[in-house]
């Protein structure tokens, strides 16, 4: 029997099942978080990602929010000045944006959010934002 030796561009099997275990287990960890909201968005602000925490406070099922533009936790005069997009813009610049302020669950009810959205760059430095909404 022959081996050949690994590509060395391409994971061994073992360092593959690693990486495949370890984001098994954060998924787990975001997943199991029932006191924040912690989501991810696109670049343009579209929800990707959503956990149990950010059904809890914000009242939308993961199927009813992903996929819509993160504007919709925003009052309607935050909206109008778009200040959503700022914080993205400023996420983007900086590498986060930390704010408190007013935010609006499925049902209409207001409350008041600490926030912080924080981009994040791949290994080529494109972004995303990923934001956390501690005790909202």
Known sequence: MM????D??????????ALRQSEERFRLLVEGVKDYAIFM??????????????????????????GEHFSV?????????????EELRIAAADGSYE??????????????????ITALRDGEGRSGASPRSPGT
């Open 41 to 66: 968005l696109d670049p343009e602000g579209y929800v990707s990602t959503w956990n149990e925490g950010a059904r809890r406070i914000k009242g939308y099922k993961e199927e009813e929010i992903v």
């Open 3 to 6: 081996m050949r030796p690994p």
């Open 99 to 116: 704010e408190e302020g007013i935010r609006v669950r499925k049902d209409g009810s207001m409350f008041w959010a600490s926030v912080l």
């Open 8 to 17: 060395p561009g391409e994971p061994s099997r073992r360092t593959r099942e």
């Open 73 to 85: 936790f925003y009052t309607d005069e935050d909206v109008e000045r778009e200040h959503p997009e």
